[in-house]
């Protein structure tokens, strides 16, 4: 058998039915990388390119592992050693949890986006329907009811900083 015949088999293997998502381990790893990664679509509604979420998983996890390290060395400065190997623990932990804490950012921000999003395209149908109702024109209504949306912005902020 050839190289290129190894391949071929191979490649029918991997897009055949029997693909490594059905074996325990496939699953496994599709189950771990939809909960360690980010929806793409998320991202987008954010706003935020792949490489800033990397650059902002990294910075997380660095300091996520050196919090430990920092609070190992206060302690052994102030006459309290902790165990080498609970301090390895922690700072595996701090490591992990600095990974998976972007991923949660990126989910929470995305959800308050487009929460925010539906409220604006409710409230920019109603303005529609009012106008249109009123005996505006479709054009008119659509136009106008952009205006009054994009001004509200400018009140919407006005109020918010008058709270007390």
Same mark, same amino acid.
């Given at each position: 058998m050839c190289s290129s015949d190894l391949a071929a088999s191979c490649s029918d293997f991997i897009w055949s039915g029997t693909s490594t998502r059905? $074996?325990?381990? %496939?699953? &496994?790893?599709? &189950? &771990?990388? @939809?909960?360690? &990664?980010?929806?793409?679509?998320?991202l987008a509604v954010?706003?935020?390119?792949l490489e800033s979420f990397a650059l902002e998983r990294l910075v997380c996890m660095a300091a996520g592992s050196m919090l430990p390290i920092a609070c190992s060395i206060l302690m052994r400065l102030g006459g309290t050693a902790i165990p080498l190997a609970i301090t390895a623990l922690m700072i595996l932990g701090g @490591?992990? %949890?600095g990974l998976y804490?972007?991923?949660? $950012?990126?989910h929470r921000s995305a959800i308050v986006s487009r929460r925010e999003f539906r409220t604006s395209l409710s409230a920019y149908l109603d303005l529609v329907s009012i106008m249109l109702a009123g005996g505006a024109g479709a054009e008119t209504a659509l136009v106008a009811a952009a205006r009054i949306g994009s001004r509200s912005e400018e009140h919407t902020s006005e109020l918010q900083s008058r709270q007390y």
């Open positions: 059905q $074996t325990s381990l %496939g699953r &496994a790893i599709h &189950a &771990a990388s @939809a909960i360690w &990664a980010p929806r793409p679509s998320d954010i706003e935020r390119s @490591a992990v %949890g804490l972007p991923v949660v $950012t990126v």
